[in-house]
């Protein structure tokens, strides 16, 4: 599984970039847009959403659970700052997809007993995309993470975010995760529709656990 998360550049826009994904193959985008009036996230959400719809890929609202339910988005990507994950649920329609950040065992434990969807767990390394940045967990933090998590029973996908690089992208699938979630590296390649290609390539490449 490959999630685009987008982000905007001094060349990009968040509606640009999603298209480029898009084009290369991805089929889920994560509208995220931070520090932007709401009018605004729903203007670009509205048009984003229209891009998805022509590729029939899932689109995730970051943060705002209102507006992703109100445009008739996929479902809704919620922090740790956010609201909580039950309260989300009893507001969203049958079928909306709720995910939510973790670092932690714990947070990943909290998540999937409150029935999130997908649980997206980072940062694997320091990623200039986010502020405020949660411990980097690092390669091994998601072995010992993933390795816990499974044995406790858990089964709610897990998907890795934060710094990933191409020659990550192998050894962070070994640990179990369901998928990645990148930024950066389809923002800021030189040609982002070919590696979101290659990403998936690779990701295709990689034998399922």
Not at 16 to 23: D, V
Not at 38 to 66: F, R
Not at 171 to 180: E, F, N, P, R, V
Request: aromatic letters at 6%; charged letters at 20%.
């Amino acid at each position: 599984m490959l999630q685009f998360i987008t982000h905007a550049n001094d060349s990009k826009n968040h509606l640009e970039i999603a298209e480029m994904a898009l084009k290369g193959g991805c089929r889920w985008i994560q509208l995220r847009m931070k520090d932007v009036d709401e009018h605004i996230i729903e203007h670009t959400a509205l048009q984003v959403k229209c891009l998805c719809n022509q590729y029939n890929a899932i689109l995730i609202i970051d943060d705002y659970i209102e507006l992703a339910i109100r445009i008739g988005a996929s479902g809704v990507h919620l922090g740790k700052s956010d609201m909580p994950i039950t309260e989300a649920r009893a507001l969203a329609p049958d079928g909306f997809i709720i995910g939510g950040t973790a670092n932690t065992l714990e947070d990943m434990m909290s998540l999937a007993k409150d029935g999130v969807d997908y649980i997206g767990l980072g940062p694997f390394k320091f990623t200039q995309t986010k502020k405020k940045l949660s411990p980097v967990i690092g390669l091994e933090g998601y072995k010992q993470r993933m390795s816990q998590f499974k044995d406790l029973g858990y089964r709610t996908p897990v998907v890795a975010i934060g710094g990933i690089d191409m020659q990550d992208i192998h050894a962070l699938m070994d640990t179990q995760i369901s998928g990645i979630a990148l930024s950066g590296l389809i923002l800021n390649a030189k040609d982002p529709v070919e590696q979101t290609q290659l990403i998936l390539q690779l990701l295709h490449s990689i034998p399922q656990r």
